[in-house]
Nanobody, 121 residues
Framework: QVQLVESGGGLVQPGGSLRLSCAASGSIFSIYTMGWYRQAPGKQRELVAAITSGGSTNYADSVKGRFTISRDNAKNTVYLQMNSLKPEDTAVYYC???????????????WGQGTQVTVSS
């Protein structure tokens, strides 16, 4: 069994910062791309940022320059540092990972349960 557990969400004022963490646990051989997605009420889930096992990153245009994704491969953990937060960043943020549970297994995609981020004064 594999679990992705997010933490770090909460309520923050506009212009503030939050740091999200997501730890993968269970029977894991190797994790490839890890990422953060978000879904606001009434909107589709969208990619926020992603990072490969080698450290290459990709960001949504709306968060470039404000958010930074990073990972600790030894801890199977991905982070999202969010600065200069805006009300439009309010959403449930989901962790996502592509991983193999064993050397010969297929690549499987996993999701975390989500953590709420609310930006409001």
């Amino acid at each position: 069994q594999v679990q992705l557990v997010e933490s770090g969400g909460g309520l923050v004022q506009p212009g503030g910062s939050l740091r999200l963490s997501c730890a993968a646990s269970g029977s894991i051989f190797s994790i490839y791309t890890m990422g953060w997605y978000r879904q606001a009420p009434g909107k589709q889930r969208e990619l926020v940022a992603a990072i490969t096992s080698g450290g290459s990153t990709n960001y949504a245009d709306s968060v470039k320059g404000r958010f930074t994704i990073s990972r600790d491969n030894a801890k199977n953990t991905v982070y999202l540092q969010m600065n200069s937060l805006k009300p439009e960043d309010t959403a449930v943020y989901y962790c996502n990972a592509d991983l193999k549970r064993h050397l010969q297994s297929n690549l499987v995609n996993y999701w975390g349960q989500g953590t709420q981020v609310t930006v409001s004064s």
